[in-house]
């Protein structure tokens, strides 16, 4: 059921926001030259798949998770862009395509090994990844891969559809703030 109301709500949402997307892409190339950024992460069963973003930092930052960069450099549109959250509507991209659910654990990175221990752990890659989920609400990020590792397990266990839209409204009203830049 979950798969309808992602294919159907990411439909939906790449249909009527392509404005808004061509819009931040045209800024996007003014800003780095490169608008969309494309990172290979951990999927389900650990696969990789390919996210997508729109590019917050310049196009030569190091591929490493935010909160373990030193020199990170994020853009002025590239702030709004993580502010408004609008960094992650390419993603409605991968959600329509199956790489991703609009509910579930965030991808991580291949070289984020604490992280894939305690997910794998806890059985967390045996759903597939999601845009959001019940760490971001509760400002989890992945500079604390224990505790995102049981709150990921947690969610999963009992995610519900009553659940998937509670975390979807919380997360549109605002909840949550991303990941941490140290």
């Not at 996007?28 to 696969?47: A, M």
């Not at 509910?103 to 967390?124: A, C, D, H, M, Y």
Request: hydrophobic share 40%.
């Amino acid at each position: 059921m979950i798969r309808i109301f992602d294919f159907l709500f990411s439909f939906l949402g790449l249909l009527f926001l392509w404005p808004i997307g061509i819009i931040l892409y045209i800024i996007g190339l003014f800003d780095t030259g490169s608008p969309i950024f494309v990172q290979e992460r951990v999927g389900r069963l650990k696969k990789p798949f390919k996210l997508l973003k729109f590019r917050t930092m310049p196009v030569n930052t190091k591929s490493v998770a935010t909160h373990l960069s030193k020199d990170i450099t994020i853009t002025k549109f590239g702030s709004f862009l993580r502010k408004s959250k609008l960094d992650e509507l390419p993603q409605l991209i991968n959600v329509l395509t199956g790489d991703m659910s609009l509910v579930g654990p965030r991808p991580n990175l291949f070289n984020q090994t604490e992280l894939i221990e305690e997910r794998e752990k806890r059985g967390v890659y045996n759903a597939v990844p999601g845009i959001t989920g019940l760490a971001q609400i509760n400002e989890i990020d992945m500079s604390t891969p224990v505790e995102l590792a049981e709150k990921d397990a947690e969610m999963l266990e009992s995610l519900n559809i009553k659940q998937y839209f509670s975390y979807i409204f919380s997360t549109v009203s605002g909840k949550g703030q991303g990941d941490r830049i140290k």
